[in-house]
């Protein structure tokens, strides 16, 4: 069945940093791929999302490309800052409707 | 601002209880879901509803139920409680369009 699967974390940068965090996915048919992020003690928010083949998704600095020919959508940051500690979420949806979504990375940037 | 909405937003309840948790979407929204999130198990789908219907099932315990109503708020029946039911319960809402999903703030549920 269809699934992503996503960097372990967690993850620690220093600002400023360059930020990567992998996610791959596997799915019949041509999904469309988001990054949610997760800030503490609050809900998933839609960071970015892509509907087809080769389609960038950008918002605050972040960006990340559907590359059918490699499954995957990884998720990328020239300069993270403090405010950008959260937790990452990638995910699928798929031709029948259905949303997967990873496991989840923990981001922490330290000052 | 999401547009869902979850009440609560915290539950305290002892085990073998029953609990009701309610969602929300988005105005026009047909599709909810429900997720359950705990630490040890990242985002846990658990079951999706379509315009009243159900759509599909996850990982959802013969002791959780759901409905959706007519006026396509629903919710989400947790019985026989146990300490590893506490979690966050997510409710997330679409469209039935190539596009994302709108979460609410979620219920802390906490099982003692």
């Known amino acids: ?29 041509y999904p469309s791929l988001f990054w949610y992020v997760q800030y503490p003690g609050e809900g998933l928010q839609l960071l970015l999302k892509a509907t087809k083949a080769d389609d960038k998704g950008s918002n605050k600095g972040f960006e990340a490309t559907y590359r059918k020919e490699t499954t995957s959508f990884h998720l990328e940051k ?33 000052p | 601002d999401s547009g869902v909405t979850q009440t609560p937003k915290h539950l305290i309840t002892a085990t073998g209880q029953r609990v009701t948790l309610r969602c929300s979407p988005r105005s026009g929204d047909l599709s909810v879901y429900w997720y359950q999130q705990s630490l040890d198990q990242g985002l846990q789908f658990l079951i999706q509803y379509y315009n009243g219907e159900e759509r599909a099932k996850g990982n959802i315990l013969e002791r959780f139920s759901a409905q959706q109503f007519p006026d396509l708020h629903s919710e989400l029946n947790l019985s026989s409680l146990e300490l590893g039911d506490s979690a966050l319960y997510f409710c997330a809402s679409s469209v039935p369009l190539n596009t994302e999903a709108f979460f609410g703030q979620g219920t802390r549920l906490t099982v003692v």
């Open chain 1, 1 to 29: 069945g269809d699934s992503v699967t996503q960097m372990e974390g967690p993850v620690t940068l220093s600002e400023e940093a360059f930020l990567t965090i992998n996610c791959t996915y596997t799915a019949t048919g």
């Open chain 1, 78 to 110: 020239g300069s993270v800052q403090v405010s950008d500690s959260a937790v990452y979420f990638c995910a699928l949806r798929d031709t029948g409707n259905q949303f997967y979504f990873g496991t989840g990375t923990s981001l922490t940037v330290i």
